[in-house]
T-cell receptor
Framework: KNEVEQSPQNLTAQEGEFITINCSYSVGISALHWLQQHPGGGIVSLFMLSSGKKKHGRLIATINIQEKHSSLHITASHPRDSAVYICAVHSGGGADGLTFGKGTHLIIQP | DAGVIQSPRHEVTEMGQEVTLRCKPISGHDYLFWYRQTMMRGLELLIYFNNNVPIDDSGMPEDRFSAKMPNASFSTLKIQPSEPRDSAVYFC?????????????????FGPGTRLTVL
């Protein structure tokens, strides 16, 4: 089973700062997903990556397949970005091929 | 569309009781997923359906868990008998594409979750 590590586990930053959250995995994958879980518990699917980079608003996700690593960047961070960001990788196969990271708890202070 | 609807939002039950969680996916979505989230294990995919047919239940923890999708607008996850270690938040999600293997469109829509507490 794939091992997924996220760093940092917790991050507190000031409004406006550039944020980077990292995700590393141990086994080759077919896709990597970034999810956002709001303080109330709701989950939003942000990105799916299999190569390269994707951008949506102030969020940018990159993946390096050779290094088995992905990063999620937030530019001009805002308190409403405060959430848990979860990385998930699919190593092929079925449901048991999907592995989630433990999440990065981000707090943006005004 | 109202999004993915789950009921109940909270459930408290005693060990040994049967628990049924319900989900209504977004209309037109062919794929439905059930997840469980705990502090210890994080998020886990339990089972997913395509066009009402269970495709993969390899994430279901044991025989006490079962899921059905009798039609395109309704699914249930049942635990019988329930145990305290089943306490978790259970999420249902739906999508147009399999999502797992990176198919496009790549967005999965999650319901608000059901918080289950088994005493």
């Amino acid at each position: 089973k794939n091992e997924v590590e996220q760093s940092p586990q917790n991050l507190t930053a000031q409004e406006g700062e550039f944020i980077t959250i990292n995700c590393s995995y141990s086994v080759g994958i077919s896709a990597l997903h970034w999810l956002q879980q709001h303080p109330g518990g709701g989950i939003v699917s942000l990105f799916m990556l299999s190569s390269g980079k994707k951008k949506h608003g102030r969020l940018i996700a990159t993946i390096n397949i050779q290094e088995k690593h992905s990063s999620l960047h937030i530019t001009a961070s805002h308190p409403r970005d405060s959430a848990v960001y979860i990385c998930a990788v699919h190593s092929g196969g079925g449901a048991d091929g999907l592995t989630f990271g433990k999440g990065t708890h981000l707090i943006i202070q005004p | 569309d109202a999004g993915v609807i789950q009921s109940p939002r909270h459930e408290v039950t005693e060990m040994g009781q049967e628990v049924t969680l319900r989900c209504k996916p977004i209309s037109g979505h062919d794929y439905l997923f059930w997840y469980r989230q705990t502090m210890m294990r994080g998020l886990e995919l339990l089972i997913y359906f395509n066009n009402n047919v269970p495709i993969d239940d390899s994430g279901m923890p044991e025989d006490r868990f079962s899921a059905k999708m009798p039609n395109a607008s309704f699914s249930t996850l049942k635990i019988q008998p329930s145990e305290p270690r089943d306490s978790a938040v259970y999420f249902c999600a739906s999508s147009l594409a399999p999502w797992l293997a990176g198919a496009n469109p790549d967005t999965q829509y999650f319901g608000p979750g059901t918080r289950l507490t088994v005493l």
